[in-house]
């Protein structure tokens, strides 16, 4: 077993392969995909009808843009040197993947949330979709370079100092490290604590009794039923009880012992498509109305379909045959406590799914509305937590070591944060000529 001091030898001797001053080098490649195409690879698969509505969202802003566009950015970070640091990557850091939720000790907690992508990768491939992310945000809200830049600074800053700190604790304080939510509101300046606590008074209340009244209504026996609104939101009715049966007790059995007796205890009422997010439209997502004790007593589960990773074609492939089984157990790896219903299972034409709850105390940030000091503040929180992700999965000494002590890879990766901006907002401009041209099909982004 090697020595703390030598796994921190691994990290600074990868400094020789990759300096970390060479993080903030962005020269599209002469083999860059076409963005566009890439996108439109991605559609073949989705539901034909929703993926004129992906581009609509899409093609909002270029904070919209990066968020559906993690497979362009996934070729190109592939596309740069690599330290050989290995984590297990979210695979989509980008600012609205991260947020808060609900523990099963019903604590709240911050955290990464979206596991869609993620497989083991190199550390600096979150680290850099963090930080074009947050330069990204900072210029669409109409502030200046200097100051996206430096967003993105605090957010790198904050991920190489809460890795440091890591590195020199023992295997089970890394373990059990978390960021309580309750404690946010001190991290921030006095002027701006009511605010965070306002959001984190919202996400408490975000639980599947308050998602029933915005998705349902009762029937004439007095049953609720989801409320069809095309496209966002349709009743299902090719899911007869046979099937649903089926895919039950595929789900059931990849849960624990305990929570299959749990969920034993509730009952389907109605089932529904829903449209979710912005990259993921387009992809087969479910949500499930079950009722426990009594029609006060409701579980909305939410059953989304799990497709290869973006990253997929540039790393080693993953251990797990089951895209939905990828997607829990790097989602339980990482996260420092996760979803009781988290699980997965094998639907019709044989596609991957994986299920969690639709609201279980869920809330994310503003970031259009962020002033540039909230801004910073929120970035250093996301780096801390995508450190504390990293450190559970990877070797966090040897990342410490690569790191140190000075700003040299800080300021590399904000750098490099601007200038990917920049091409993002290239290829946002082309997705909306395209729109323009009619090449590509959208719809308004509802």
Not at 226 to 234: A, H, M, T
Not at 259 to 277: I, P, S, T, W
Request: with cysteine.
């Amino acid at each position: 077993m090697t020595t703390p001091s030598e796994r921190a030898e691994v990290g600074r001797a990868a400094r020789k392969v990759v300096p970390r001053s060479s993080h903030g080098r962005w020269i599209p490649s002469s083999q860059r995909p076409d963005p566009l195409t890439v996108l439109e690879l991605q559609a073949v698969d989705r539901v034909p009808e929703l993926v004129p509505l992906r581009y609509g969202r899409m093609a909002a802003s270029p904070f919209a843009f990066l968020r559906g566009a993690a497979a362009v950015m996934a070729a190109d970070l592939a596309a740069q040197p690599r330290t050989g640091l290995t984590v297990q990557l979210c695979g989509d850091a980008h600012l609205l993947n991260f947020g808060v939720y609900a523990s099963p000790e019903r604590a709240l907690l911050f955290d990464v949330d979206d596991f869609d992508e993620t497989l083991p990768g190199p550390f600096e491939w979150d680290v850099k979709r963090l930080a074009a992310s947050i330069a990204v945000a900072a210029l669409e809200n109409g502030t200046t370079k200097a100051k996206a830049h430096r967003a993105a600074l605090v957010a790198t800053a904050s991920y190489r100092t809460a890795m440091r700190r890591l590195a020199g604790l023992g295997e089970l304080a890394v373990w059990y490290e978390r960021i309580d939510a309750d404690d946010l509101a001190p991290m921030v300046r006095r002027d701006r604590r009511a605010r965070v606590e306002n959001r984190l008074a919202r996400a408490r209340r975000r639980t599947s009794l308050q998602a029933l009244a915005g998705l349902t209504r009762q029937d004439e026996h007095g049953d609720r039923r989801f409320v069809d609104d095309p496209p966002l939101l349709q009743r299902t009715t090719d899911i007869d009880r046979i099937a649903l049966g089926k895919i039950f007790s595929d789900y059931r059995s990849s849960l624990s012992e305990e929570r299959r007796l749990l969920l034993d205890r509730h009952r389907f009422v109605d089932a529904a498509r829903k449209v979710v997010g912005v990259g993921s439209v387009g992809t087969r997502c479910f949500v499930l109305l079950l009722e426990g004790r009594d029609a006060d007593d409701p579980l909305v589960l939410q059953v989304k379909e799990a497709g290869r990773s973006v990253l997929e074609p540039y790393l080693p492939p993953s251990t797990y045959a089951h895209q939905g089984q990828r997607i829990v157990c790097g989602q339980r790896l990482v996260q420092a406590a996760s979803d009781i219903f988290l699980g997965w299972m094998t639907g019709p034409e044989r596609r991957h799914f994986y299920w969690r709850q639709l609201r279980d105390m869920k809330g994310s940030a503003e970031v259009e509305t962020m002033s540039p000091a909230m801004l910073g503040d929120y970035a250093a929180l996301c780096g801390r937590a995508l450190a504390r992700a990293h450190a559970r999965s990877g070797d966090r000494i040897a990342i410490a070591g690569y790191l140190g002590s000075s700003d040299v890879f800080d300021r590399a990766v904000a750098d490099f944060a601007i200038r990917y901006a920049r091409q993002n907002a290239d290829d946002w401009s082309a997705l909306g000529a395209a729109i323009a041209a009619g090449m590509i099909p959208s719809a308004p982004g509802a």
